[in-house]
């Protein structure tokens, strides 16, 4: 009997086990994301809906052991404006559900909001039981939290919603989008929440989408916000939300968070967020439209979901930038594609903070000093972003530490007091172990300055670019108060986010510090913009002072009501100075050394065969003015391209008229020699014989733009030619040496344009290169086709105020007086190579106007103005038994012209033939003279008879 009951108890466990595992099996396939009807569409199936984690739970769950996935990515995609007005989030999440991954190794969860219209074809969505055909559309009303399924080999991808009315509350007690903005940090930290314990993972990972303004105004807009549409959250509620979040407080920090918009690829973002994730990843410029290809991302990752993500951030930078090297027409419309992944530990550890902040110290003590000129001149050689103040953190650090402006011409190396904690910055921000970052060939500008390599060695370039895709707000120079309008946000954010730091704290200070350092060189490039421009409009410099420039400072509006004075004055407000004291001081350096029409005199002269214009300027240090530039514009009646310009660079000469060398930058007296414009132009003829007008680059060079036949860009240099004026090689800009056509297997498009470094991006034709099919023209102008030219003589000063230098005709009366009664001197600015009619003579009592002295000109002539020119008033004097000839007043200078009047031309001169009255008078004298001769013969005779 017991063992009769033992068999039966046997045969019970056996049926019990295997009903267990059918059970078992029923399960796995009942919750199988991939479980799809027989023809593969999602809609015809419906899912229970899974447990809180999505997975099967186990007593000691661990990532990737089909019980806990490698990692949970989480999407904050905020949608406003641009994904109403053009679907781009939408495209996104198609490219987040194309990708073919298993969410047993990564899950992503994303939250939909910001945005008043949502795109996204209802096939793509499930409700929370897996169900097709009851979602008509992404929700504008609430923000609602997804997860995304991955496509497989018979289906796409779709989202699963996971919550549909917001994080903040449910049913009763729930929050709509108004309510809940997507520019709140609490709903952020929420949202973290949220996905933090609907998807446990081994790693968790932070993808910030689509709206960002740089440290100044922070992350995320929200189209339901009606108050401020336009304020974000700012770099320290971002901190805070993050650092709140389950995830920071748990695990400890995230495993990477990528910024994917515009602007955020950000050194002090990455500082404010250092302690909360292993990795940092963003653009530093305007991220363009459809960003990076997720679908990619998410395929390699699937490759190996437990991967470093220092690999994986370095290759969503290679896809983001092959992609759009690939694809020009989807460019972004900021200067540049860049994109960069940060250690964060390893920045940390390299001691840039306090580099940066002993820099930002340096900074204000040369401001404090009135020593200005090294960093003023920053800007005009580092690599700017989509807003002016956001500038390449590594080319700002390159040029801080350039002391050209400061030192010798000749001084080797070019040192300053700021040289080597920039050059350490440089390095560590171009160790790729640190931040590895790449740009778009798009992104190199043409541009001739000095730079340092790393290596401590200065170098002349062609080229400029992001060299570490980071960037780091700065100031600009010139400033106006656009650029103000981004200082007093920043100033307002720096000062908001130190105080989240300890005193004490290295990141306090540096926040602080460097923050009024941009005050300080803001205001100083303000007032020197105001200074200029007060001179320029005629304010004699000397009565130029601290109310002066207050006052012109005041006066500035643009065309949007927020920007102008507003801003500017909170640069005023923010600064811990006694702006009045400080800036007194410095606008009296500014005013000393100002370049004005005073300073600068143009002559004319010839040296073996060449006439020159030469510019003379005084008592202005040449760390001050830029060298000066002729731009020779052409006018023709094709208006179908861009207008030919001609640009001819100054030489600065010594005082013996040979080019000039040593001692360059100091001195306050200086001449230039330009070389006059000829009347000749260039142009490349094609092998059709078609006709190009070109701008020069040499007497064998033009400028060019040059692509593919399949319109991709090869980058902007010159088309260069030999000796018998073919063409014979492609000097591309930031390459090492030429191309010789003869290694092109195809055509090249050549898209001829004006100097790049100064003309701007322009394009004057564009025709078919095949081979060495074309020759290079050199011809008059009239030629050519081109009906006139205009011609400007303009040198910068260093805030970029552009003083034209025109010829001043001075004329003089020299002792007459003009129609309206008055003799002073008149002067008369007129456009370089014009002609200039002679004024009319003034009048002088007792004296004739006989020409223009300083050449002979009368009234009514034309004159060539290609230089100064004084024109004295040359007089002759009225005979004096005229009636009314006397001039008391003026007899003394009469006397005194008559005499400088010696030795001139007969034009200039008093007639030599006697008058018929001098001949009367003369036969008058000889016949009283015969009289009296007789008279005394007659005398003597009788004296002698008696």
């Given at each position: 009997?017991?063992?009769?009951?033992?068999?039966?108890?046997?045969?019970?466990?056996?049926?019990?086990?295997?009903?267990?595992?059918?059970?078992?099996?029923?399960?796995?396939?009942?919750?199988?994301?991939?479980?799809?009807?027989?023809?593969g569409?999602?809609a015809?199936?419906?899912e229970?809906?899974?447990?809180?984690?999505?997975?099967v739970?186990?007593?000691?769950?661990?990532?990737?052991?089909?019980?806990?996935?490698?990692?949970?990515?989480?999407?904050?995609?905020?949608?406003?404006?641009?994904?109403?007005?053009?679907?781009?989030?939408?495209?996104?999440?198609?490219?987040?559900?194309?990708?073919?991954?298993?969410?047993?190794d990564?899950?992503?969860?994303?939250?939909?909001?910001?945005?008043?219209?949502?795109?996204?074809?209802?096939?793509?969505?499930?409700?929370?039981?897996?169900?097709?055909?009851?979602?008509?559309?992404?929700?504008?009303?609430?923000?609602?939290?997804?997860?995304?399924?991955?496509?497989?080999?018979?289906?796409?991808?779709?989202?699963?919603?996971?919550?549909?009315?917001?994080?903040s509350?449910?049913?009763?007690n729930?929050?709509?989008?108004?309510?809940?903005?997507?520019?709140?940090?609490?709903?952020?930290?929420?949202?973290?929440?949220?996905a933090?314990?609907?998807?446990?993972?081994?790693?968790?990972?932070?993808?910030?989408?689509?709206?960002?303004?740089?440290?100044?105004?922070?992350?995320?807009?929200d189209?339901?916000?009606?108050?401020?549409?336009?304020?974000?959250l700012?770099?320290?509620?971002?901190?805070q939300?993050i650092?709140?979040?389950?995830?920071?407080?748990?695990?400890?920090?995230?495993?990477?968070i990528?910024?994917?918009c515009?602007?955020?690829?950000?050194?002090?973002t990455?500082?404010?967020?250092?302690?909360?994730?292993?990795?940092?990843?963003?653009?530093?410029?305007?991220d363009?439209?459809?960003?990076?290809?997720?679908?990619?991302?998410?395929?390699?990752?699937?490759?190996?979901?437990?991967?470093?993500?220092?690999?994986l951030?370095?290759?969503?930078?290679?896809l983001?930038?092959?992609?759009?090297?690939?694809?020009?027409s989807?460019?972004?419309?900021?200067?540049?594609?860049?994109?960069?992944?940060?250690?964060?530990?390893?920045l940390?550890?390299?001691?840039?903070?306090?580099?940066?902040?002993?820099?930002?110290r340096?900074?204000?003590?040369?401001?404090?000093?009135?020593?200005?000129?090294?960093?003023?001149?920053?800007?005009?050689?580092?690599?700017?972003?989509?807003?002016?103040?956001?500038?390449?953190?590594?080319?700002v650090?390159?040029?801080?530490?350039?002391?050209?402006y400061?030192?010798?011409?000749?001084?080797?190396?070019?040192?300053?007091a700021?040289?080597?904690?920039?050059?350490?910055?440089?390095?560590?921000?171009?160790d790729?172990?640190?931040?590895?970052?790449?740009?778009?060939?798009?992104?190199?500008?043409?541009?001739?300055?000095?730079?340092?390599?790393?290596?401590?060695?200065i170098?002349?370039?062609?080229?400029k670019?992001p060299?570490?895709?980071?960037?780091?707000?700065?100031?600009?120079?010139?400033?106006?108060?656009?650029?103000?309008?981004?200082?007093?946000?920043?100033a307002?954010?720096?000062?908001?986010?130190?105080?989240a730091?300890?005193e004490?704290?290295?990141?306090?200070?540096?926040?602080?510090?460097?923050?009024?350092?941009?005050?300080?060189?803001e205001?100083?490039?303000?007032?020197?913009?105001?200074?200029?421009?007060?001179?320029?409009?005629?304010?004699?410099?000397?009565?130029?002072?601290y109310?002066?420039?207050?006052?012109?400072?005041?006066?500035?509006?643009?065309?949007?009501?927020?920007?102008g004075?507003?801003?500017?004055?909170?640069?005023?407000?923010?600064?811990?100075?006694?702006?009045?004291?400080?800036?007194?001081?410095?606008?009296?350096?500014?005013r000393?050394?100002?370049?004005?029409?005073?300073?600068?005199?143009?002559?004319?002269?010839?040296?073996?065969?060449?006439?020159?214009?030469?510019?003379?300027?005084?008592?202005?240090?040449?760390?001050?003015?830029?060298?000066?530039?002729?731009?020779?514009?052409?006018?023709?009646?094709?208006?179908?391209?861009?207008?030919?310009?001609?640009?001819?660079?100054g030489?600065?000469?010594?005082?013996?008229?040979?080019?000039?060398?040593?001692d360059y930058?100091?001195?306050?007296?200086?001449?230039?020699?330009?070389?006059?414009?000829?009347?000749?132009?260039?142009?490349?003829?094609?092998?059709?014989?078609?006709?190009?007008?070109a701008?020069?680059?040499?007497?064998?060079?033009?400028?060019?733009?040059?692509?593919?036949?399949?319109?991709?860009?090869?980058?902007?240099?010159?088309?260069?030619?030999?000796?018998?004026?073919?063409?014979?090689?492609?000097?591309?800009?930031?390459?090492?040496?030429?191309?010789?056509?003869?290694?092109?297997?195809?055509?090249?498009?050549?898209?001829?344009?004006?100097?790049?470094?100064?003309?701007?991006?322009?394009v004057?034709?564009?025709?078919?290169?095949?081979?060495?099919?074309?020759?290079?023209?050199?011809?008059?102008?009239?030629?050519?086709?081109i009906?006139?030219?205009?011609?400007?003589?303009?040198?910068?000063?260093?805030?970029?105020?552009?003083?034209?230098?025109?010829?001043?005709?001075?004329?003089?009366?020299?002792?007459?007086?003009?129609?309206?009664?008055?003799?002073?001197?008149?002067?008369?600015?007129?456009?370089l190579?014009?002609?200039?009619?002679?004024?009319?003579?003034?009048?002088?009592?007792?004296?004739?106007?006989?020409?223009?002295?300083?050449?002979?000109?009368q009234?009514?002539?034309?004159?060539?103005?290609?230089?100064?020119?004084?024109?004295?008033?040359?007089?002759?004097?009225?005979?004096?038994?005229?009636?009314?000839?006397?001039?008391?007043?003026?007899?003394?200078?009469a006397?005194?012209?008559?005499?400088?009047?010696?030795?001139?031309?007969?034009?200039?001169?008093?007639?030599?033939?006697?008058?018929?009255?001098?001949?009367?008078?003369?036969?008058?004298?000889?016949?009283?003279?015969?009289?009296?001769?007789?008279?005394?013969?007659?005398?003597?005779?009788?004296?002698?008879?008696?």
């Open positions: 009997m017991n063992s009769l009951n033992g068999a039966v108890a046997r045969r019970f466990l056996l049926a019990l086990g295997i009903m267990l595992a059918m059970a078992a099996v029923m399960l796995g396939i009942a919750i199988s994301p991939t479980a799809f009807a027989e023809d569409d999602p015809a199936t419906e229970p809906a899974p447990d809180d984690s999505g997975l739970a186990t007593e000691d769950p661990s990532p990737g052991d089909g019980s806990k996935p490698f990692r949970t990515i989480m999407i904050y995609l905020d949608g406003a404006s641009s994904e109403e007005n053009n679907p781009v989030c939408s495209a996104m999440l198609k490219e987040y559900m194309a990708s073919k991954f298993d969410r047993s990564f899950r992503i969860i994303v939250m939909t909001g910001g945005s008043l219209k949502w795109h996204l074809d209802a096939n793509y969505l499930r409700d929370k039981d897996g169900n097709a055909g009851t979602l008509t559309e992404i929700s504008s009303e609430y923000n609602q939290i997804w997860e995304v399924y991955g496509a497989t080999d018979d289906a796409e991808g779709y989202l699963r919603l996971l919550d549909g009315d917001g994080v509350g449910d049913g009763a729930a929050k709509t989008s108004a309510e809940e903005l997507m520019s709140d940090p609490d709903t952020l930290q929420q949202f973290i929440n949220y933090y314990s609907v998807a446990p993972a081994g790693k968790y990972d932070l993808v910030l989408n689509d709206h960002g303004s740089g440290p100044g105004r922070g992350y995320g807009y189209d339901h916000d009606t108050e401020s549409p336009d304020v974000g700012s770099l320290l509620e971002l901190r939300a650092s709140g979040s389950e995830v920071v407080q748990d695990v400890g920090k995230f495993d990477f990528n910024f994917d515009c602007l955020l690829g950000n050194f002090e990455a500082l404010a967020l250092e302690d909360y994730t292993d990795y940092f990843l963003g653009s530093a410029d305007v363009p439209m459809p960003t990076v290809d997720y679908t990619a991302v998410f395929d390699f990752l699937a490759t190996d979901p437990d991967m470093d993500a220092w690999v951030g370095c290759k969503l930078v290679d983001f930038v092959d992609y759009y090297d690939e694809n020009t989807a460019i972004s419309i900021g200067p540049s594609e860049t994109y960069c992944v940060v250690n964060t530990d390893k940390k550890q390299s001691g840039i903070v306090d580099k940066l902040l002993a820099i930002a340096q900074m204000r003590a040369e401001a404090t000093a009135g020593s200005f000129y090294d960093e003023i001149c920053v800007p005009k050689d580092s690599y700017r972003f989509g807003y002016t103040n956001l500038q390449d953190f590594a080319t650090m390159e040029q801080l530490g350039i002391g050209l400061e030192s010798d011409w000749e001084e080797p190396g070019f040192l300053n700021y040289t080597q904690s920039a050059l350490e910055i440089q390095n560590i921000l171009h790729e172990d640190v931040v590895y970052s790449r740009h778009t060939q798009r992104s190199n500008k043409t541009h001739a300055f000095f730079g340092r390599d790393d290596d401590g060695s170098t002349a370039r062609a080229t670019s060299t570490s895709g980071l960037s780091i707000f700065s100031f600009a120079n010139p400033s106006n108060g656009d650029v103000s309008y981004e200082v007093a946000f920043y307002e954010a720096m000062e908001e986010l130190s105080g730091y300890g004490g704290s290295t990141e306090k200070e540096l926040f602080e510090t460097y923050m009024q350092a941009i005050l300080d060189y205001l100083i490039c303000n007032t020197g913009v105001a200074v200029s421009n007060l001179v320029e409009d005629g304010c004699d410099p000397n009565e130029i002072d109310d002066k420039v207050h006052a012109y400072l005041q006066s500035q509006k643009s065309g949007e009501s927020k920007r004075w507003e801003y500017i004055s909170k640069a005023f407000d923010a600064s811990d100075r006694d702006v009045e004291a400080w800036l007194g001081g410095i606008i009296e350096i500014q000393e050394e100002v370049l004005n029409h005073d300073k600068v005199s143009l002559k004319t002269e010839s040296h073996d065969g060449t006439d020159y214009y030469r510019l003379d300027v005084a008592d202005t240090p040449k760390r001050v003015i830029d060298v000066p530039v002729l731009t020779v514009t052409a006018n023709r009646e094709d208006e179908v391209f861009n207008k030919p310009t001609r640009t001819f660079y030489t600065r000469m010594a005082s013996d008229g040979e080019e000039s060398a040593g930058m100091s001195a306050t007296d200086s001449s230039y020699q330009i070389p006059k414009f000829d009347g000749q132009w260039y142009a490349v003829q094609d092998a059709d014989g078609g006709v190009y007008l701008s020069d680059a040499s007497d064998h060079s033009v400028y060019a733009n040059f692509y593919s036949m399949d319109g991709k860009s090869m980058g902007a240099g010159e088309l260069l030619f030999d000796a018998d004026g073919n063409a014979d090689s492609i000097y591309l800009y930031g390459n090492t040496i030429p191309i010789s056509l003869d290694t092109f297997e195809e055509m090249v498009t050549v898209a001829l344009c004006n100097d790049p470094s100064y003309g701007g991006e322009t004057l034709g564009s025709f078919v290169l095949e081979g060495k099919n074309a020759k290079l023209v050199k011809d008059s102008c009239s030629n050519l086709g009906d006139d030219v205009e011609l400007t003589l303009a040198i910068s000063d260093m805030y970029d105020a552009r003083h034209e230098v025109k010829p001043e005709l001075t004329f003089d009366p020299a002792g007459g007086q003009w129609e309206d009664g008055t003799n002073a001197i008149k002067k008369y600015e007129t456009t190579e014009s002609s200039f009619d002679i004024i009319d003579a003034p009048t002088r009592e007792g004296y004739t106007f006989v020409c223009w002295q300083g050449s002979e000109y009234p009514g002539e034309n004159y060539l103005a290609d230089s100064d020119h004084t024109f004295t008033a040359l007089w002759e004097k009225n005979p004096e038994n005229d009636p009314g000839t006397t001039d008391p007043e003026h007899s003394d200078d006397d005194n012209q008559d005499s400088d009047n010696q030795g001139e031309t007969d034009r200039g001169k008093s007639s030599i033939i006697p008058s018929l009255g001098d001949l009367l008078n003369l036969m008058y004298l000889l016949l009283v003279s015969a009289a009296l001769g007789g008279a005394i013969a007659v005398a003597a005779k009788n004296r002698k008879r008696n």
